[in-house]
């Protein structure tokens, strides 16, 4: 993201936030936990690989934060801030060393954050059914980034080549 805050960019990152929260949303609760699996990720992926690692950061923890909070999970809210905030940064930070290896990196990020507070919040033993989540959740996540992010590139890289050296507008 660029250091200046253009309106431009404020309106793309609450509208790229929002739907991390929409896809954060298309949940399924884990039985027996408060824990759920969600789509959240690959939308988190898509933004991190597509715009780097400020839209990837900022966007994907209050997207998927505000989702905690909307589906009944506040306690989570302040953990998902900062583990998918940290979690899109580092995707869009590796997103030139490949896409895969920076979702790895992402995944990794994710499934240690909620493995831990899980442990933490619920016992050990919450700990390995969180982890199983995470790795379905960032692989679909990867999978869906994977499919989304060469179709968005084709569309969204002219524009971001007409918005070069028009001052505040850039992208």
Partial sequence: MNKELSAKNIALGALLSASVTVATMLSMPVPGFRLYFNLGEGIIYTIALTLGPGFGGICGGLGAGLGDIILGYPLWAPFT??????????????????HKKAMLAGAIVMMCGYSTIAGVLYGWKAAPVELVTDIIQTGMGAALALVLVPLLRKRINPFIANQKGKGSDKV
Avoid: A
Wanted: aromatic letters at 12%; hydrophobic letters at 40%.
């Fill in 81 to 98: 801030l900062i583990i998918k905030g940290f979690e899109g940064y580092v995707v869009g930070k590796l997103r030139n060393r490949g």
